[in-house]
């Protein structure tokens, strides 16, 4: 089965220069989530589809970052206008559905991320 | 709120030595438990987790948890490692309440495995 597509791998850009990042999730997975990983920390989660609806957008810094998932497929993390401390890497992750039950929870499947470098 | 404490910023280790990664989590609601591994320039990938049950928690790779509830704590061990188990590994939570699947990660601890 294929994993968490991301792309692009790499990007180098000025700031207030604009940048998107692209995902595609694993065939069937309802859930998708962004997180952004600032060197020498984990993971943080910015945002979180179920389907093509947000369900938790409390950590995304909504003056500058917007994200979308048309479709309820593939989706896109912009950046605009992009800032020094922007610099991270931007994970993607799927998952099967959204709910944590009391006895279960899904497995988060990660891409390889998309290393942004902000000068 | 949840946070996760992960107590050694970088473990060096001789290969085939037994290792043990600290992590510490802190929540005012019950929580599952995981760890994941992130190799150099790939994405994070899952070694174990704890839902229920036996507080011994066996994942891939030879690597097994332990979930202490009265200590917060859910520790990682390996009785001997290997070269390729260098890579950054981080611990995590989701909390049962809220239904968001929301995972909360520590800072990661990376293990150097010296031959």
């Known amino acids: 089965e294929a994993g968490v597509a991301q792309s692009p791998r790499y990007k180098i850009i000025e700031k207030r220069q604009s940048v998107a990042f692209w995902c595609n999730p694993i065939?069937?997975?309802?859930?998708l989530y962004w997180y952004q990983q600032i060197l020498g920390q984990g993971p943080k989660l910015l945002i979180q589809f179920q389907n093509n609806g947000v369900v938790d957008d409390s950590q995304l810094p909504k003056d500058r970052f917007s994200a979308e998932r048309l479709k309820g497929v593939d989706s896109t993390l912009k950046i605009q206008p992009a800032k020094l401390e922007d610099s991270a890497v931007y994970l993607c992750?799927?998952?099967?559905?959204?709910?944590?039950?009391?006895?279960?929870?899904?497995?988060?499947?990660f891409g390889p991320g998309t290393r942004l470098t902000v000068l | 709120a949840q946070s996760v404490t992960q107590l050694d910023s970088q473990v060096p280790v001789f290969e085939e030595a037994p290792v043990e990664l600290r992590c510490n989590y802190s929540s005012s609601v019950s929580v599952y438990l995981f760890w994941y591994v992130q190799y150099p320039n790939q994405g994070l990938q899952l070694l174990l987790k704890y839902l229920s049950g036996s507080t011994l928690v066996k994942g891939i790779n030879g690597f097994e948890a332990e979930f202490n509830k009265s200590q917060t704590s859910f520790h990682l061990r390996k009785p001997s490692v290997h070269i390729s188990d260098t890579a950054e590994y981080f611990c995590?939570?989701?909390?049962?309440?809220?239904?968001?699947?929301?995972?909360?990660f520590g800072a990661g601890t990376r293990l150097a495995v010296h031959p």
């Open positions: 992750a799927s998952s099967l559905r959204r709910q944590a039950t009391s006895t279960s929870t899904d497995t988060q499947y």
């Open positions: 995590a939570v989701t909390p049962l309440s809220g239904g968001y699947n929301k995972l909360i």
């Open positions: 065939s069937g997975h309802a859930t």
